[in-house]
């Protein structure tokens, strides 16, 4: 059907930057928004980012000015450019997209496996 897979988690010191990917796959009709959520150990699932088809944007306060979320629609992937890294934003962050399936008239929403991000001195 349709998977959404992250890559570019990693150890990365404090003030350091990482750049997360993830590529959707499937029999995918179209996408709407496509974003990025985190969820850090004993914490909820928290929404970074989403951008719309369109390139409309939405952050989080504790990431604004740090952290940009881009997409490439012709090869269906969504980027989180994060900058200026804190202990705070170690987290497992999951890609999102809302999408239709080829040959259904229902929005989908979608989740990566998530990958891990540590940003420890």
């Known amino acids: 059907q349709v998977q959404l897979v992250e890559s570019g988690g990693g150890l990365v010191q404090p003030g350091g930057s990482l750049r997360l990917s993830c590529a959707a796959s499937?029999?995918?009709?179209?996408?709407?928004?496509m974003g990025w959520y985190r969820q850090a150990p004993g914490k909820e699932r928290e929404l970074v980012a989403t951008?719309?088809?369109?390139?409309?944007?939405n952050y989080a306060d504790s990431v604004k000015g740090r952290f940009t979320v881009s997409r490439d629609n012709a090869k269906n992937m969504v980027y989180l450019e994060m900058n200026s890294l804190k202990a705070e934003d170690t987290a497992v962050y999951y890609c999102?997209?809302?999408?239709?399936?080829?040959?259904?008239?229902?929005?989908?929403?979608?989740w990566g496996q998530g990958t891990q991000v540590t940003v420890s001195s």
């Open positions: 951008i719309t088809s369109g390139g409309s944007t």
């Open positions: 499937g029999s995918i009709f179209s996408i709407n928004a």
């Open positions: 999102t997209a809302d999408l239709f399936v080829t040959g259904w008239a229902t929005l989908r929403h979608y």
